[in-house]
C-alpha cells in the first residue's frame, strides 16, 4: 500500500480537465487499495474539506495557452501544501503540472520525496527558450516524468528536455454506462466544455443556428464568452443554455443526445470529451487537432478547426444518418480502454520506480526518512493527523 500526495494547481471548486484526473485518480487508488490525499487550492468556503482532501489557499485567475488558469501563487498556499504532505506521511508525490504556479514548485525545492510528475498541455509559449534554464533544472527534480498525449510530451519536452512516458488520461466509462438518459424531442447535439474562444463554441452556433437541421443544441458549462455567445444566439427552442452541470447530469444529458461536438480551435493535448462522448454512445463531430487526433482512434469525425460550414456539413450527416449500432459498439469499446482503474495500474507502476530511482539518490532527489520501496516502508512514518482545510 502506498500513500500519495496527489497535488493538483488549479482550483478544485472550477470544472476542469486536470482537476477532474487528479480526483478520478484519485478515486482508483483508493479503490486499489492505496491512500490519497489531494492538495490543491479551492475558493469553496473553509471547513469542507475531509482527511482525504486539502485546500492549501485560495486561487487567482491566470491567463494562459489561450484559456485562464485559475492557480494559487501564494507561497503559503505552497508552504501549508508541503506541511500537510509531511503530516500525513506520504510515502510519493505526483504533481500534475508541474511547472504551473505554484504548490509543485515548493515540492520541487524540498527534495523530501520521490517525484511522479504529469504534464497535461499542450503548446509551447514563445517564452519557454528563456525561461528554460530554470524549467529544466525543476523538472531535474522529478524521478518519473509522464505525458497524457503525445502532443503533451512534445510540449513538456520542449520545456524540460529528457525523456517521458506517454500514457493517457482516465475515463469513467460506468458513469456513463449506468446514467439514465435525459429524453429530448429534437435529436440533440451536445456541446462539453468552458466558454472561451479556444474552445470553439461560437464556430458551433454560427454553424448551428445557420442551418435546417432538425435539432437541438445542448451547451453545458460556462465561461468568459457565455454572455457574449447568449446574446447573440439566444435561448429558443433549438438552443439551450443548461450551465455548468455535475458528473451524473452531464452523463445522463450524453446519454440521451445523438452528437457530442468538440469544435475546439488548439490547444488540447488529450480529447477526454471525446471519449466520455463515445463511452455514452454518441457520435462524435470534432476538430482535427492533434490531441483529438490521438484520442479518436478511428471513431470519431474530424473537420478542419473553426471551419463553421465543414462544421456544420458533419453534423447534418451525424444526425441524418441511420443508427449504427455496430459503430457505436466499438466506439464504447474503445473508450472503455482508457479506464481509468487501468491507468491508476500504470501510476502505481511508476510511483514504485521513482521510489527506487530517489533511494538511489537519482534526478536530483536526497534520500529522507518515510520513503518507500516498491510498496514497502522503509524509515519512519510521521505523523497521520488527518490531512484538513485551511
Not at 140 to 145: F, L, P
Not at 159 to 166: A, H, K, P
Not at 332 to 359: F, H, P
Amino acid at each position: 500500500m502506498l500513500r500519495v500526495a496527489m497535488v493538483c494547481p488549479y482550483d478544485l471548486s472550477r470544472p476542469g480537465g486536470v482537476q477532474g484526473q487528479a480526483l478520478g485518480l484519485s478515486r482508483a487508488l483508493r479503490r486499489s487499495g492505496h491512500e490519497v490525499a489531494v492538495l490543491a487550492p479551492d475558493d469553496r468556503a473553509r471547513g469542507w474539506a475531509t482527511g482525504q482532501v486539502f485546500a492549501a489557499g485560495r486561487s487567482v485567475a491566470v491567463r494562459a495557452n489561450g484559456s485562464v488558469a485559475p492557480v494559487s501563487v501564494s507561497p503559503l498556499a505552497a508552504r501549508r501544501a508541503l506541511d500537510a504532505a509531511r503530516e500525513w506521511g506520504a510515502d510519493v508525490v505526483h504533481l500534475h503540472e508541474p511547472l504551473a504556479p505554484v504548490l509543485g514548485y515548493g515540492f520541487l525545492l524540498a527534495g523530501r520525496w520521490p517525484v511522479v510528475a504529469t504534464f497535461h498541455r499542450s503548446g509551447v509559449p514563445r517564452a519557454a527558450p528563456l525561461a528554460a534554464p530554470v524549467t529544466r533544472w525543476m523538472c531535474g527534480r522529478i524521478q518519473v516524468r509522464a505525458a497524457v498525449s503525445e502532443a503533451a510530451r512534445r510540449t513538456a519536452a520542449a520545456w524540460c528536455g529528457g525523456s517521458f512516458e506517454v500514457l493517457f488520461n482516465g475515463l469513467d466509462a460506468d458513469l456513463f454506462v449506468r446514467a439514465r438518459p435525459v429524453e429530448s424531442e429534437l435529436p440533440a447535439v451536445v456541446f462539453l466544455g468552458r466558454h472561451e474562444r479556444r474552445k470553439g463554441l461560437g464556430v458551433l452556433l454560427e454553424a448551428f443556428s445557420s442551418s435546417r437541421l432538425d435539432a437541438a443544441l445542448w451547451v453545458i458549462g460556462d465561461g468568459p464568452e457565455t454572455a457574449k455567445l447568449r446574446a447573440r444566439y439566444p435561448e429558443s427552442d433549438r438552443i439551450r443554455w443548461l450551465g455548468k452541470l455535475g458528473d451524473e447530469e452531464v452523463a445522463e444529458r450524453l446519454r440521451g443526445a445523438s452528437v457530442l461536438c468538440a469544435p475546439s480551435l488548439g490547444g488540447e493535448s488529450f480529447g477526454m470529451v471525446l471519449l466520455e462522448g463515445m463511452a455514452a454512445r454518441c457520435h462524435v463531430v470534432a476538430s482535427d487537432i492533434p490531441g483529438y487526433r490521438d484520442a479518436a482512434g478511428g471513431h470519431a469525425t474530424l473537420v478542419p478547426p473553426g471551419d463553421a460550414a465543414a462544421l456544420r456539413g458533419a453534423l447534418s450527416v451525424a444526425l441524418s444518418a441511420p443508427s449504427d449500432a455496430a459503430a457505436r459498439d466499438a466506439a464504447a469499446s474503445y473508450a472503455a480502454q482508457w479506464s481509468m482503474d487501468r491507468l491508476a495500474l500504470r501510476y502505481v507502476e511508476a510511483y514504485r520506480s521513482a521510489a527506487r530511482l530517489w533511494g538511489q539518490g537519482a534526478l536530483g532527489g536526497t534520500p529522507t526518512r518515510g520513503t518507500c520501496d516498491g510498496g514497502r516502508r522503509v524509515g519512519r512514518r510521521g505523523s497521520r493527523g488527518n490531512v484538513g482545510a485551511r
